[in-house]
């Protein structure tokens, strides 16, 4: 850290999300500044640093990481390079935020959790950044507090206006459900133990190949039963929406975040586009909860752990959409470093 104590932050990776995240730390974060950046598109590389004061180009991460400027690091490259980015900063023992997934599968994120258990401290905050949207922190907190009583169930519903050309139902699970899964074990503090993949008839709006809506239905430890709808060409909008069924009572969000206008007869309001748009708050308070824990030399939020979990969900996810059956999941237990 430079004398006054701010993060010098190496972002690896600059597609949408590591833009996203440069101008994050550049223009909203407090704490911290962008003092290198890293992606295998030199050109690209070179035109982002040349717009911030003080910023260093690199195409391998590595050398970024050598950096003295560098003091963390914040990866946004595809989860296949995360594995060696991750394990890099751990030989230079930079602090490290990694967007999802932690790894595509579980057997790299098991390597990645043998790594950091090496170290023998935590040194990543893994990039699910649902848990700082302030409605599903609102969720959890009345959850927690047990005036609902035990939750029995969880709805959620998981709308995309529209996804890439190339998007497989693989990536439905991997790229999509995944968050659902890890707001799921947040928010109900258990473990996911089996997925089920169900399918209507595809909607005509269903790109080859891609089936689509499709309902994914979790088992957790503790007996509770969580649907998700995955509807990723809804053409309407980006739409996130969960409701906790309880004991005693019911919780629902997601339905409004905006204002709710009246006007020539109707009422409404708008539907954000997307998530950098519907989750921009919580992506702010993911980065700043990140610089802030590591400029006091600690480690918070989603830990190696959760992103391993998340990918051994994910793994039997898409076991189940193949197979047509229940999958359990395959979980190692808890290592001590990650038991709160
Ligand atoms: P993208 O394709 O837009 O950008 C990826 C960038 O990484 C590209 O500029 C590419 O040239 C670069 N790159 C590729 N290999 C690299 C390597 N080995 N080293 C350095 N740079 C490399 O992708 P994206 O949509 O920005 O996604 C990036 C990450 O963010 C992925 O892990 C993705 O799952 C995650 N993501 C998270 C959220 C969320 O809501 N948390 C949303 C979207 C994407």
């Not at 950046?37 to 990481?65: F, N, S």
């Not at 990645?112 to 848990?131: C, D, T, Y």
């Not at 190696?304 to 059956?325: F, K, N, S």
Request: charged share 25%; aromatic share 6%; hydrophobic share 40%.
């Amino acid at each position: 850290m430079t004398s006054h104590g701010t993060l010098g932050v190496a972002v690896i990776g600059t597609g949408r999300m590591g833009a996203d995240h440069v101008r994050r730390l550049t223009d909203v974060t407090s704490g911290a500044r962008v003092a290198a950046v890293v992606d295998i598109d030199a050109e690209r590389v070179k035109g982002i640093a040349d717009g911030i004061e003080g910023c260093a180009a690199y195409t391998d991460p590595a050398q970024a990481m050598a950096d003295p400027g560098v003091n963390a690091v914040l990866i946004a490259s595809p989860g296949p390079a995360h594995e060696a980015a991750l394990l890099a900063a751990f030989e230079a023992d930079l602090p490290v935020l990694c967007e999802k997934p932690l790894t595509p599968d579980a057997a790299s994120a098991l390597r990645v959790l043998e790594a950091e258990q090496k170290l023998g401290h935590r040194r990543v905050q893994v990039g699910f950044m649902r848990r700082y949207d302030r409605e599903y922190m609102k969720l959890k907190a009345l959850l927690d507090s047990g005036e609902l009583g035990r939750t029995l169930m969880v709805h959620n519903r998981h709308r995309n206006a529209e996804v890439p050309p190339g998007y497989t139902n693989q990536m439905l699970i991997n790229d999509s459900v995944v968050h659902e899964m890890d707001i799921t074990r947040w928010l109900l503090d258990q473990e996911i133990t089996a997925v089920t993949v169900l399918r209507p008839r595809p909607s005509g709006n269903a790109p080859e190949g891609l089936d689509d809506p499709q309902l994914v239905i979790f088992e957790t430890e503790g007996g509770v039963l969580v649907d998700v709808e995955i509807n990723v060409r809804c053409r309407f909008g980006y739409q996130v929406q969960a409701e906790a069924v309880c004991e005693n009572g019911t919780a629902r969000m997601g339905d409004v975040h905006d204002i709710l206008v009246n006007h020539a007869g109707r009422w409404g309001g708008t539907i954000a586009p997307d998530y950098v748009e519907r989750f921009e708050d919580a992506y702010d308070r993911e980065v700043q909860a990140w610089v802030d824990a590591t400029r006091r030399g600690e480690v918070t939020g989603p830990s190696v752990w959760d992103g391993y979990a998340a990918a051994a969900v994910c793994e039997a996810g898409v076991r189940a959409q193949a197979e047509g059956r229940r999958v359990e999941v395959e979980l190692i237990e808890r290592p001590a470093l990650y038991r709160a």
